[in-house]
């Protein structure tokens, strides 16, 4: 039973002895790669070119990716059945980005056995990009980073780095659901850089209320993560990634889109405009050559207001609408004119205005241009003075007998003052009397 296999380990063993009396050498090659600055570089790329046989001439090794100590280790082999034809040269190649460094070099050189192990070294032009992630307030920060195909882990000191040859790179930043790319130019004077990757995390308190500063109930998105407004019409959102998101705001059929700078404030006020504007002291007179004029003032009340957007005004006359020039006159005050019609024309007018979010008023006149030789009346009045009512004529008169009234109390009282401040007037003095006599 034991014959069987020791035949089979003396056939494997010829085999392996003819194998090797038709090879006549085995290179086995370690390359170290270093930067300039003899730094181990990671990711080289080594291969050897050589001549296997006089028969299939050269071929190339498969390329070996250097380790983080900057080694890779190539071994390979030549089978030349002519010894004389032997071509013991080969190249080695190292490729690190757009460089391509290769040595000449002969396999066995200072020894006679066929087997020989030996130790290249070549340096090549890298740099350092030293990495760095922390959030806005410089809180180092634990994330996958990406550059050239190589990824590594920051850990809790939120650093890392990167060997790299000279060219364009794009540094990419992972934590969670947040994704960060950084461009990073590594020229061959740039030498090490370090990049410091924000990963940025607000929070945002949306205030959403009509414009008079009512709250109300809205559907706040950020990012796509919604919420509710409460009832005092707020909503808070935490872990925002972006400086700027987007922000959608929804009340009824309304939608209002905001971006928002989060660097600057942590809160977001929204208005929705829901009282329409209102036409007020709207009056039209007409001139003796048949020309309305139409006056009016407008205002969209509450403190927070959109604000009057547009004003229209057009007439009708025999069903035909005609679009008038409308022209301020004063803070929210208007003015138009309707050309002159035929006598026993009636001329209705419309005037329209809006706010900024659309909200519309309307409010109609007319006035009938009177015949020919017939007193002109305006269709409406102007707004009376502040101040007091026209005085009719009924008025006037009993005025008139009032101050008379006052007029003569007035002299009356200055008469009798004058009276009583004047001297008492001395009686007429006659001749002097006699004494009287006394009897004898």
Known sequence: ???????????????????????????????????????????????VEYELNSVKGDIKTKPKPTDRNGNANILFSNYEEIPESTDYSFTLFVKYGDQ???????????????????????????????????????????????????????????????ALAPGNYTLRVERGDLLKNIPMDMGNSTGDITIDAVLSYYSLDVLVQDDRRNPLFAQVEVNGVAAQTGSDGRAHFGNITLDSPQVV?????????????????????????????????????????????????????????????????????????????????????????????????????????????????????????????????????????????????EGVFVGIVALAIIAYAALYYLNKRRAAVQPPIAPPQGPPAMPPQIPQ
């Not at 460094?101 to 192990?117: C, H, M, T, V």
């Not at 504007?277 to 207001?305: H, W």
């Not at 609408?321 to 019609?341: H, M, R, W």
């Open 249 to 393: 705001v929804m009340h009824g059929q309304v939608i209002k889109r905001i971006t928002p700078d989060l660097r600057a404030s942590p809160s977001l006020d929204v208005v929705f405009d829901l009282n329409k504007p209102a036409i007020k002291d709207q009056y039209s007179t007409l001139s003796s050559s048949g020309v309305g004029t139409i006056r009016f003032f407008v205002e969209d009340t509450g403190p927070e207001a959109s604000g009057i957007d547009s004003v229209s005004v057009s007439y009708e006359v025999a069903g035909v609408q005609n679009p008038l020039s409308v022209y301020a006159i004063g803070y929210n005050s208007f003015e138009t004119k309707i050309p002159a019609q035929a006598p026993g024309t009636l001329v209705k007018y419309i005037i329209t205005i809006s706010d900024k979010e659309g909200n519309s008023v309307s409010d109609a006149g007319s006035y009938l241009v009177p015949e020919e030789g017939a007193q002109q009346q305006n269709a409406s009045s102007p707004p009376a003075a502040q101040g007091g009512q026209p005085i009719s004529g």
């Open 100 to 162: 391509l460094a290769s040595a000449s070099l002969i396999a066995g050189e200072g020894s006679n056995l066929s087997f020989s192990s030996r130790i290249y070294t070549v340096q090549v032009e890298s740099h350092i990009a030293f990495v760095r992630v922390i959030d806005q307030k410089g809180s180092p920060l634990d994330a996958n980073v990406t550059v050239g195909g190589a990824t590594k882990q920051t850990g809790a000191a939120g650093s890392t780095f990167f």
């Open 1 to 47: 039973m034991k014959l069987p296999a020791i035949l089979l380990l003396a056939a494997a063993l010829a085999l392996a002895l003819a194998g090797a009396a038709h090879a006549k050498y085995t290179e086995n090659l370690t390359v170290q790669v270093f930067d300039y600055s003899l730094r181990p570089v990671e990711g080289a790329q080594a291969y």
